[in-house]
């Protein structure tokens, strides 16, 4: 079982960055970010995959978000640049062991992004 720990969420104001952490006990497939708002379905909002290191953004982030790794492939990061009100969610880090499914998430950090 492979634990995730997060870091990094707070209230900051439109136009502001901030910077996510993530933190796996163990050996994974791939890591990535989803987010929640209120109301809103869970949306994958970027990812990075070990093996080749290839990534996925949302188009929403696109230009904006960067996600990367640690050397250990353990920790992974999302930088969120110029953030917008529409950001604000709850910020979940996830974790494949295999590469079809999401096997393990984190207790989420709330981004709040004020205008």
């Known amino acids: 079982q492979v634990q995730l720990v997060e870091s990094g969420g707070g209230l900051v104001q439109a136009g502001d960055s901030l910077r996510l952490s993530c933190a796996a006990s163990g050996r994974t497939v791939s890591m990535g970010w989803f987010r929640q708002a209120p109301g809103k379905e869970r949306e994958l909002t970027a990812a990075?995959?070990?093996?080749?290191?290839?990534?996925y953004y949302a188009d929403s982030v696109k230009g904006r978000f960067t996600i990367s790794g640690d050397n250990a492939k353990t920790t992974v990061y999302l930088q969120m640049n110029s953030l917008k009100p529409e950001d604000t969610a709850v910020y979940y880090c996830a974790a494949r062991g295999t590469p079809t499914t999401w096997d393990y998430w984190g207790q989420g950090t709330q981004v709040t992004v004020s205008s």
């Open positions: 990075v995959g070990w093996t080749y290191g290839g990534t």
